[in-house]
């Protein structure tokens, strides 16, 4: 008899992307059969949020999506995608506003556009009592000066795709975020500082992801020829944080899975 494979959830996968176009179906059973029983999709632009919203659709009870505006797109903003936005996370299947933030590492929209968006996306969680699925990049204190005025009106925030240093790190846990670890810990050029702190990080406040199809983890082999990130590598990456954190791989995707499921109001298949 085989084993039970421990069960997984992605908490950030952009299964919308045109990469995923050809074999999206075939992707998503992959991951279902290495145990990635459960993935959010993540909406980061009106176009993206609606189909994270069709795919959460198609696979009730396997796929949610959250509903925001990247800071990438914050130049987009106008009365018109705040409704829309509005309309969309309200729709069954969306478990999170977001994703939403600051990026001054690009800075494809200007700061004060991307402060407009998030603050208003901010809003929109707090009126209709949703999670934030949260991104920052070189923007830390700007990124707490807008958020701590609403993390007693949101129930619960990630900083998804954590990749700072603990000094950052305490700033997040300190407020009580959740803490979303990529394949980015596979990198042992990038990822060295964070393999340093990402065993501090309280079990009841880690979730896993794969912000897929980006961050193929630079330890997989063979890497595969497309060079595209897939959820079914979550358990690559799962095992990866585990070695980090002290602990067996199959006491880390109870945790992490236990939190997801908290965190996103998502329940068990």
Not at 47 to 74: F, M, N, Q, R, V
Not at 150 to 169: G, K, N, S, W, Y
Request: aromatic share 8%.
């Amino acid at each position: 008899m085989t084993a039970k494979l421990p069960e997984l959830i992605d908490i950030g996968a952009n299964l919308t992307h045109d990469s995923f176009d050809r074999d999206r179906a075939q992707v998503i059973d992959a991951a279902m059969n290495v145990g990635v029983r459960q993935l959010v999709v993540t909406g980061a632009s009106i176009t993206g949020s609606h189909a994270a919203c069709e795919l959460a659709t198609k696979y009730p009870g396997t796929l949610y999506a959250t509903a925001g505006i990247h800071p990438h797109h914050a130049k987009d903003w106008s009365t018109d995608t705040e409704a829309a936005l509005h309309d969309i996370a309200r729709q069954d299947g969306v478990v999170a506003a977001g994703e939403c933030g600051l990026d001054y590492f690009r800075n494809f929209s200007s700061p004060a556009q991307q402060h407009h968006a998030f603050e208003r996306q901010l809003e929109m969680a707090a009126a209709l009592n949703l999670p934030v699925f949260l991104h920052q990049r070189d923007a830390l204190d700007d990124f707490l000066a807008i958020l701590d005025p609403f993390l007693d009106h949101i129930p619960r925030a990630v900083a998804h795709c954590f990749t700072d240093a603990r000094q950052e790190l305490y700033k997040l846990l300190d407020r009580d975020l959740y803490i979303g670890i990529t394949g980015w810990i596979c990198d042992e050029r990038r990822g060295h500082h964070l393999r340093d702190v990402v065993g501090e990080i309280p079990a009841h406040r880690l979730m896993v992801e794969t912000d897929a199809p980006y961050l193929l983890p630079r330890d997989l082999t063979p890497q595969p020829k497309s060079r595209r990130n897939e959820p079914k590598y979550l358990p690559h990456i799962a095992t990866e944080i585990a070695r980090h954190c002290d602990q067996s791989f199959v006491e880390l995707a109870h945790s992490t899975t236990a939190n997801a499921r908290e965190f996103f109001a998502i329940p068990t298949p």
